[in-house]
């Protein structure tokens, strides 16, 4: 079975100051790793993946995350927070080595970016 | 641009209807999904289809129904609507196949109130 665990319900940044989301995850296989935004009101809109290489990926908005075989964690960061980044934030995994085709996301972080 | 469209933003049923959520894709893409976000529980799938009349049963299937007669449309049934199917419903596509992106894009999503 497939799992991902967002531990923090809510992340409070200050504008300006580094940003971290926090995500663990659980596969058999090779996993393969999402990051998803969701503004108010709005569907999901994909950030960055993690399939395979580089241990650290680079996605849209300025986001990146780093890829932790041995800690099993896929954490989102961003060095200088914007107010705008305010929003709900979605870890997703996927195991490669099942064949199954559908995403298990967590429960999602509420990033709160003061002005 | 992938586009994922919903056929409702808001809908407001009465309990024991049946209620009908239509989803198109654009983008020829083979997976169908349909999910639905509560709070604190993140995204939980419902059903998905990997082609044409077919489908499989996701996490939470019981209460629900699907169908998919063309390829850009997956249409999620609530059979007789209950006040515990008050939820968001997300609809997401992606491709099939090994070596593709494996992202899914998502709708806008359809607030749904069962009352």
């Known amino acids: 079975a497939q799992s991902v665990a967002q531990p923090e319900d809510q992340v409070n940044v200050a504008e300006g100051n580094p940003l971290t989301v926090k995500c663990t995850y659980s596969?058999?296989?090779?996993?393969?790793l999402f990051w998803y935004v969701q503004y108010p009101n709005r569907g999901l809109q994909f950030l960055l993946k993690y399939i395979t290489g580089d241990n650290l990926v680079k996605g849209s908005y300025g986001f990146e995350a780093e890829f932790n075989k041995s800690q099993t964690s896929f954490h989102l960061k961003k060095p200088s927070a914007l107010v705008s980044d305010s929003a709900l934030y979605f870890c997703?995994?996927?195991?490669?080595?099942?064949?199954?085709?559908?995403?298990?996301f967590g429960s999602g972080t509420r990033l709160q970016v003061q002005p | 641009d992938v586009k994922v469209t919903q056929s409702s933003r808001y809908l407001v049923k009465r309990t024991g209807e049946k209620v009908f959520l239509e989803c198109v894709q654009d983008?020829?893409?083979?997976?169908m999904f349909w999910y639905r976000q509560d709070p604190g529980l993140g995204l939980r799938l419902i059903y998905f289809s990997y082609d044409v009349k077919m489908k499989e049963k996701g996490d939470i299937p019981e209460g629900y129904s699907v169908s998919r007669e063309k390829k850009e449309r997956f249409s999620l049934i609530l059979e007789s609507a209950s006040t515990n199917q008050t939820s968001m419903y997300l609809c997401?596509?992606?491709?099939?196949?090994?070596?593709?992106?494996?992202?899914?894009?998502f709708g806008p999503g359809t607030r749904l109130t069962v009352t």
């Open positions: 997703a995994v996927r195991d490669g080595g099942t064949g199954r085709r559908a995403l298990t």
């Open positions: 596969v058999s296989g090779n996993p393969y």
């Open positions: 997401a596509s992606s491709l099939r196949g090994t070596g593709v992106s494996y992202e899914q894009y």
């Open positions: 983008m020829d893409h083979e997976n």
